[in-house]
C-alpha cells in the first residue's frame, strides 16, 4: 500500500520568522497511486505530536481515505521530529531565541513537494484534524483554485485565546521542569512530561468521556493506568524541543497572517473556493463547536456536520471509537462524491 518514506529538501527555505534554514527536510509518505492525470490526490497533513505512522491507520480500502481510489500524501510537518525540527537541525532552536515555525512555512514546503516531486497543481482534497485541519485551512486560502475539498475535522483558521490558555498551560508545565535551561532542556524533563500529559488528557476528552469511565473498555486497569499508557507513554517518545516547538506553530496559527491577507480574517476565509467540510466534534474542550460554526459561516462553500460523540477532541481521530470512524467515513464519503 505504501513505500518507504520520502524526504524532499528546500535549499535556503525561509520561514516566517526570518530564518533560514540552508537546507530544510520535508519528509513524507505515499499510499496508492498517482492517476495519470493527478485528479486523485489527497492531501493529509500530521497533527500534534504525530508523525506519519501515527495517522495511516484510517488510510485502508474500508477506512476513511480509501488508497485504491486515491493517492494520498502525507506530509510530516516542521517540528514533528521527523521534517526539519529542534531534535534534528542545529538551526531550529525555540521562541526563545525568535526562532518558530508557521504553517504558513509548512504549506509553502508541501506546495514545492508536490509540484516539484509530484508534477501535482491541483488537489482533489486537503484532509486534516486538529493542527492538520489547520493546515487544510491555510491551503484553501493560500491557493484557493487549487483546492477542490477540504475536509477540516475538529480545528479552527486562528488560535483561539480559550485555545491559547490551554497551550500555555502546556507549554508551561514542560518549561516548569528543573532541566528547562530558559532556551531548552539539558536532560529529560520528567516532571514535566508527567503533568504535561495529564494537563493534555484532561482537556482532550470530555467530562462524559471521564464519567463513563470509557477507558476501562479500552484496556486500562485504572484511570491512572489510562495517564501513563495512554497519554504520558506517547510523549515521551517525542523530543520535548519538538512539543515546545510544535506549540509555538499552533500558537500562530492564522490563516491571515501572510502577505496575502495582511491579517484580513475574514476576508482569508471568504477567499476559500473549495467544498468545505466543517467537523468540529459536540465535545470538544479546546475547538469548540462554536468556535467552528462561527468560522463555517465565513466560508462560502461551507458545510458545517459536528461529530456527535462524548470522545472530545478525540473524536475526530477516532482509531479506537469505531462509532465515530463511521460518522466521519461517510461524511468523507459524500464530500468526495460532490
Known sequence: MSCSPGCYGLENFALQCGAILP????VYQTYGELAGDRSNV????TSYGAQHTDIDWLIR?????????????????????????????ST???????????????????EQLLRQVFGVERLALVYGWSMGAQQAYHWGALYPERVDRIG??????????????????????????????GVG??????????????IYASWAASQAFYREKLYDKLGYSSLED?????????????????????????????????????????KALASI??????MPATTDLYFTPEDCQAEAILIPNAQYRPIPSIWGHRAGNPYQNPADEAFIRSAVGELLDR
Request: net charge negative; aromatic share 12%.
Open 23 to 26: 537546507e530544510a527536510q520535508l
Open 273 to 278: 473556493q473549495a467544498k468545505t467540510l466543517v
Open 152 to 181: 477540516a475535522l475538529c480545528g479552527t483558521a486562528r488560535t483561539t485565546d480559550h485555545n491559547r490558555i490551554f497551550l500555555e498551560s502546556l507549554r508551561a508545565a514542560l518549561t516548569a521542569d528543573p532541566t528547562w535551561t
Open 226 to 266: 489510562y495517564l501513563l499508557r495512554g497519554w504520558e507513554a506517547n510523549y515521551r517518545k517525542r523530543d520535548p524541543h519538538n512539543l515546545i516547538a510544535m506549540i509555538d506553530t499552533w500558537l500562530r496559527c492564522d490563516v491571515s497572517d501572510n502577505p496575502t491577507y495582511q491579517g484580513d480574517y475574514q
Open 42 to 45: 489527497i492531501l493529509y497533513p
Open 92 to 110: 531550529c532552536k525555540l521562541a526563545e531565541q525568535g526562532f518558530y515555525f508557521t504553517h504558513l512555512d509548512n504549506v509553502r514546503a508541501q
Open 185 to 198: 532542556f539539558d536532560g529529560v524533563p520528567e516532571r514535566g512530561t508527567s503533568a504535561f500529559a495529564r
Open 61 to 89: 480500502p474500508d477506512g476513511i481515505l480509501d488508497p485504491t481510489c486515491w493517492f494520498i500524501i502525507i506530509p510530516n510537518m516542521f517540528g514533528n521530529g521527523l521534517s526539519s525540527s529542534p531534535s534534528n537541525c
